[in-house]
């Protein structure tokens, strides 16, 4: 069965490139992302591990902890990982997991359902294997997003939906098409007008129910 939002994000055991890890203590109280990738020394991957390298003061900043996988061996992925530092020019130092048993991507629903995976798989094989989940502090999958081979993912527009994530978390918001921090954010529907602008203030109302607000905090 396929993973829903809300779900609870399965928890496994993995070697790694920074050792054994367990996901859930991994994840401790932070947030977390998990990425995953068809193969080591492929192009498009090499480029997107190295955005995310370049990108780590921001998740830091965040309270986001970013975890790799990919289908290849910790030895393979160390080895990997200087030309991923040389591309980038900064330190991979997130973890990169060993799924040579395909046991994540197998768990996370990741495989086509027609996967052939016999010893000597090429990217092709695993080709879904080529996913985001952003997973809260109590471990629930709070967004998921999926890419073909051929389409190299947009790590601005993780931050941002990660941005958007944590700002709704548990207050009744929502964010608008496009929407950066610091931009408005629309109202929820659980709340009448009167019940809204004693919780956040003045309120724009555009539509009876379309009604925009100040992102809390700001």
Not at 21 to 47: E, M, N, Q, R
Not at 146 to 155: A, D, E, I, K, W
Not at 186 to 194: G, H, R
Request: with cysteine.
């Amino acid at each position: 069965m396929s993973l829903r939002i809300n779900d609870t994000a399965p928890d496994f055991t993995a070697d790694s490139t920074a050792g054994k890890i367990s996901f859930h203590d991994w994840i401790g109280d932070s947030y977390a992302i998990l990425f995953s990738h068809p193969k080591d020394f492929t192009p498009v991957c090499t480029t997107e591990f190295g955005a995310v390298a370049q990108l780590a003061p921001e998740f830091a900043k965040r309270n986001t902890k970013v975890m790799g996988v990919s289908v290849d061996s910790v030895e393979e992925h160390q080895k990997w990982k200087r030309d991923i530092e040389s591309f980038a020019g900064a330190q991979a130092d997130f973890p990169i997991i060993d799924d040579t048993s395909l046991n994540v991507s197998k768990l996370y629903d990741m495989l086509p359902a027609d996967a052939y995976l016999p010893d000597g798989r090429t990217p092709a094989d695993s080709a879904t294997v080529r996913t985001v989940f952003i997973i809260g502090p109590d471990k629930k999958i709070r967004l998921t997003m999926s890419y073909p081979m051929s389409v190299g993912r947009n790590f601005a527009e993780i931050l941002r939906a990660l941005d958007a994530v944590q700002a709704t978390d548990g207050v009744p918001i929502a964010t608008p098409a496009n929407w950066v921090p610091g931009q408005d954010v629309i109202v929820a529907l659980s709340l009448n007008d009167e019940q809204a602008k004693d919780k956040f203030g003045e309120i724009d109302i555009k539509l009876p129910y379309l009604r925009y607000t100040k992102a809390p905090g700001k």
